[in-house]
């Protein structure tokens, strides 16, 4: 497991539309949660829900098996790769994670700040 079961931040029964709505409620830039991806792919375990500038961002978070790491979004050269997910979420709690908007080919970022609890 990638250390996320015992994380305040792992919303584990959690669907994408649930995801979605607590961070609208919680309107706060920087709020996130992780939570496990809709399709059951073992290369995509997990997505990062990340809420900035009225917007709600579901980020892939791969598993790259050659490594047994773990990287944000689709595969690029030279990406960061973490050893866990939470290595991912205290990485991007003191550096900017990049959130790009593919519809209007627009780049925002933001800290991982405030987590969303998800009733």
Known sequence: DA?????????ATCDRKTAEDALYRSNKDGSFLIRKSSG???RQPYTLVVFYNRRVYNIPIRFIESTRQYALGREKSGEERFDSVAEIVENHQHTSLVLIDSQNNTKDSTKLKHIVRVS
């Open 40 to 42: 059951q792919d073992s």
């Open 3 to 11: 250390g996320v079961h015992s994380k305040a931040w792992y919303a």
